[in-house]
């Protein structure tokens, strides 16, 4: 189902195992870098072209390793003028700022994990967890299941429990559960960020660098009273964004 790309000097090719279509660039009405696909109840970042015959190709971001260089080359055919020239992508890696940051003195957007969703069905476990283990010390199978399925929880749960600091600088991402997230972004090097509710999932940031590097983090123990004033405050910061969760 995932579709290959090549683009070139007269088209793009997009293919997948059971045919090809070769697309000139006559032919394109308009490209949408950044925008959203419906796949099963839930909008998934995308981006789009919009075809003269009315048809539309969505290219899903998360389908494709390389979904920046793929962006950055087309921002070169939407920028070229008469004559269409693609030059040599430099590899993009990850906004990491290298500025000595003091999150004593940023503003941080979180909440109570602990009394969140996510957070009452993780630290539920392991209440239960712990009781299982005193009540029946012998059963090395259930303990192992245990384990497993605190592996699970622990995984996809943490998953939602993201909180954020910010000023004018720069945005940095922790997560309640998870010590080693701490992913650091200068806010000149942010193109866009959108607020996003997945389906089933918990209120989202998704953050899209300059260099089209787009990541989503989900925010499980903020409430919305805070998703507005950490909007509010990215505004007042001059940053492009997006509320596409309805508050």
């Known amino acids: 189902m995932c579709k ?33 696909s419906q796949v099963a109840n839930s909008p998934l970042d ?29 921002q070169q055919i939407i920028e070229s003028n008469d004559q269409i020239l693609l030059s040599p992508l430099k590899a993009t890696s990850k906004v990491d700022t290298t500025d000595t940051i003091h999150l004593s003195k940023m503003t941080k957007y979180s909440g109570n994990h602990i009394l969140s969703f996510n957070g009452i069905l993780l630290y ?31 995984g996809s ?10 000023d004018q600088k720069n945005l940095v991402v922790k997560n309640h559960v998870w010590p080693w997230v ?6 000149e090097d942010i193109k866009q960020v ?3 509710a997945p389906y089933k999932k918990s209120t989202s940031l998704r953050v899209i660098t300059n260099g089209f590097i787009s990541k989503l983090y989900s925010g499980g123990s903020l409430k919305f009273s805070m ?21």
Do not use: C
Not at 5 to 21: H, T
Not at 232 to 246: L, M, P, S, V
């Open 4 to 36: 290959s790309i090549e683009i070139d000097s007269k088209g793009i090719n997009v293919s997948n195992l059971f045919n090809k279509q070769s697309i000139l660039w006559s032919e394109i009405n308009t490209i949408e870098l950044i925008g959203k």
């Open 182 to 187: 701490n992913d650091k972004y200068r806010i």
């Open 194 to 196: 959108i607020i996003e």
């Open 46 to 74: 995308a981006t789009i072209l919009n075809l003269k015959n009315g048809r539309k190709i969505d290219l899903i971001a998360s389908r494709y390793e390389n979904m920046p260089a793929i962006r950055k080359t087309l």
């Open 124 to 154: 539920g476990w392991i209440i239960f967890s712990i009781f299982i283990v005193f009540t029946y010390p012998n059963s090395g199978g259930l303990i192992i299941g245990l384990v497993v399925m605190f592996g699970v929880l622990y």
């Open 157 to 166: 749960l943490g998953l939602q429990l993201h909180y954020f600091y910010m």
């Open 227 to 247: 998703w507005k004033k950490f909007l509010k405050d990215i505004q007042n910061f001059n940053i492009d964004a997006k509320n596409e969760a309805g508050f």
